[in-house]
């Protein structure tokens, strides 16, 4: 199921490893403000059971989806695994993409950050994931560092947007199953806040739904399913702050 964007972030270390070749060039501490979002608290949820008769899943589902794709910006993370390894994703900005910040990472040490800002992209790594990618000497003077995508590398990330992880994930039919008859509908809290969950009552692979209990169904959390665990917490609807260019002397240009 697509909780995990596992196309989008093969999309996106491809083209990498293609850019970092051309980083022959080397050069202090990533800007704080820079790819540092905040990250998603880990949102605690009790399940409770409610006299009301709760809404259709088909109701929750459609709103949700509406909800959440027709807002200008949002901020989603969490984790997922893919192929046995853990990934985590945090994406804040505009729905669209033309405005954002995402971060990816893969173990302790290994996390990229992309700035995407006035139709450029920005990228910044840590030092360990320099080193697998162009040796352990540039990578210590590239880690603090933001390296501009050149236009046929950065083209690759533009799927890579919350609209688009959205759009994929209420299509896949491992969520989209919850969109049914079939669909267990229960009253659960979020952080204090009443909201409902959506599970499959018979066969299911235990995808998870949760939206907000008012008339938006405001989309919370998607919880992936057996096979492939993750879950992503979604926030900031509509709040997200702009994403800002990288100071001068952070960046670094590839050789054209």
Known sequence: MSVRPRRALAAGVVPLTVA???????????????????????????????KAEPPSA??????????ALGAESGHIAGQMTDEGDTITIDLAGTVDGTNQSLELGQGADSKITILTVGG?????ATEDFWADQVGAGP??????????LPAAQ???????????LLTEMFEDKELSVL????????????????AWKLTERTG???AV??????????????????????RLDFSEWDKVPAVTVPAPGKVIELPK
């Open 204 to 206: 299911g692979d235990g």
């Open 120 to 124: 450029k992209n920005y990228l910044s």
């Open 58 to 67: 088909s109701s929750l589902y459609a709103q949700a989806r509406k909800t």
């Open 20 to 50: 970092l070749a051309l980083a022959g060039c080397g050069s202090e501490k990533q800007p704080a403000d820079a790819g540092s979002r905040s990250k998603a608290s880990a949102s605690s949820s009790s399940t409770t059971t409610t």
């Open 179 to 194: 969109d049914s008859a079939n669909t267990r509908v229960e009253k659960t809290t979020i952080d204090g806040a009443d």
């Open 139 to 148: 990578a210590k003077t590239l880690q603090n560092k933001f390296v501009v």
């Open 154 to 164: 950065a083209k690759e990330f533009g799927d890579l947007t919350i609209k688009s």
């Open 209 to 230: 739904l949760v939206v907000s209990a008012e008339d938006k169904a405001t989309l919370l959390r998607i919880e992936g399913p057996k096979d492939s665990p993750g």
